[in-house]
């Protein structure tokens, strides 16, 4: 369920303060019934009016899912395992941009647009993602600004676009590094921080260009807006 100004806005069919203007003169119904408070929800697939033009849901569909860890991000999986689709209400057949891990959890975008998908996972695009890695040592800072200038990772030279130590704790032997990276291979951070000998226990995305898991928790989801999706795609041009 969405408030009606932002699916009237969303669908592009007029801004969301212009969507508030109509919703209060009247001129919008749902199912029928004219609504006149803003702020009512509704979801995508009630039909809706606006000034008696039935309102054309994008056949686009754009989520950002905060994919919890022990959920795979494959349509389908051969174990029977729970995956990210079904934590999302649609109608229409999406699939994730990219991949997490079973045990990785974060910022996973899913869609229905091929398009946007190719240019995104396009290592030549540089789409950065920065992903939060805890490490079962405490690791050496040295050690760590290797991941900076490269380390081979199934015979390609990989290297980070950013690398913060945000803890290292010697009694417990653990380590919180921040890394952002805009290739994405499999299993790459985890391989990348293997190839200078240390393990990763936990890894979260948390970023992917400009956007973040803000308002949401593991296994929540929302729509990207129009003028996410816009932005999306001139940063992959
Ligand atoms: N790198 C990994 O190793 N795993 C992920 O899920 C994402 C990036």
New binding site residues.
Partial sequence: MERLQKIIANSGYCSRRKAEELIKSGKVTVNGEVISEVGTKASFSDAITVEGNTLKQSSKEYILLYKPRGVVSTAKDDKGRKTVLDLIKTNNRLYPVG???YD?SGLLLLTNDGNLTNLLIHPKHEISKQ?IAKISSAVNPREIKKLMTGVFVDGIKTKADRIKIKKIDKKKETSIIEIIIHEGRY?????MFKAIGYEVTS?K?EKMAFLDLSGLKAGEYRHLNIKEVKKLYNLAK
């Fill in positions: 991949r997490l891990d990785t992903y299993h790459q951070v985890k391989k890894l995305r």
